[in-house]
């Protein structure tokens, strides 16, 4: 949402109005400060036949920032639960050789967004799509982050049921790059154990949260650091996880396993495998199946 006062009246914007090619134009808006709109983006909004909006109320608030006004332009509002009955509206207007600007929430449309079925209908029926680029969320985070960049995945929001998180969470243990994930405050903490589960107490990440907002905060660390920093705390606003790829570990096979043995002479088997994970920086999933088979074995 945004988060800046209204700094340009109504009426005193800088947009400029554009002579429009017929098609559907994806506007990026603002994840915070209201100021990282584009001009072209401004431009766009200015100049369209019809406005397609996330929340309407978010779109009407940044143009009356900008001095944009709507005048007896049609805005349509378009999301996830809207989008069937919808689309036909704005397929007609296409068709019909308008122009659409489609405003997201915040951020880049179809990034964990519900603009992806609208693009692509408009694709089949033979439209043209444009893109009008500005601020993402995950490359602000992964900007910020201090891990590396050449590489990258985005993992958008994560299932909410333990059981299909757990399985999601050991599918990234395979993805060779860096991470990225976005996850509501509200989980955020039973995501972080279930990661180190998957991945790794050592791995290193980067929390961010209220990018570009007045109140914004990236915590750097391992898991285990990040985790135990934020144990007590109630996080607001929207966060971003990026998560260093995995790095080769010195520690074989028969390593884990020497180690193992040794523990489990004197500890339980949850104990055992909490150290050897630590000691090692393998994921938890990985020694305790290496303990249970080695149970087997004896």
């Not at 993402?136 to 990258?152: H, I, K, M, N, Q």
Request: overall charge positive; some cysteine.
């Amino acid at each position: 949402m945004i988060d800046s006062p209204p700094e340009p009246a109504p009426g005193q914007g800088v947009a400029r109005r554009v002579a429009l090619k017929p098609g559907l134009y994806f506007v990026a808006t603002p994840i915070g400060a209201v100021r990282d709109i584009t001009l072209k983006s401004l431009d766009i909004l200015l100049s369209a036949d019809v406005i397609a909006a996330e929340d309407t109320r978010t779109v009407r608030k940044l143009m009356v920032l900008h001095g944009i006004p709507l005048g007896k332009r049609p805005l349509v509002t378009y999301h996830d639960h809207n989008g069937p009955a919808q689309r036909p509206r704005i397929l007609t207007a296409l068709a019909d050789g308008k122009s659409v600007a489609y405003v997201s929430e915040a951020g880049t449309p179809l990034i964990a967004d519900p603009g992806f079925p609208l693009g692509r209908a408009a694709l089949e029926a033979g439209n043209e799509v444009f893109a009008a680029p500005g601020p993402s969320a995950s490359l602000v985070a992964l900007t910020v982050s201090g891990l590396p960049s050449d590489r990258f995945y985005f993992a958008g929001f994560p299932p909410s049921r333990k059981g299909a998180l757990t399985r999601w969470a050991e599918g990234l243990r395979r993805v060779d790059a860096t991470l990225i994930i976005y996850e509501s405050p509200k989980r955020i903490h039973q995501l972080l154990d279930v990661l180190t589960d998957a991945l790794g107490a050592g791995r290193q990440v980067a929390l961010c949260r209220e990018l570009t907002k007045r109140f914004e905060e990236v915590l750097r660390g391992s898991l285990a650091e990040v985790t135990e920093t934020i144990a007590e705390r109630r996080l607001k606003g929207e966060t971003v996880l990026v998560i260093d790829r995995g790095q080769p570990t010195e520690t074989d096979a028969q390593e884990m396993e020497y180690a193992l043995r040794e523990m489990l002479k004197t500890r339980h088997v949850k104990e055992a495998v909490d150290q050897v994970a630590a000691r090692s920086g393998l994921p938890k999933r990985v020694v305790y199946q290496s303990a249970l088979a080695l149970g087997r074995k004896e």
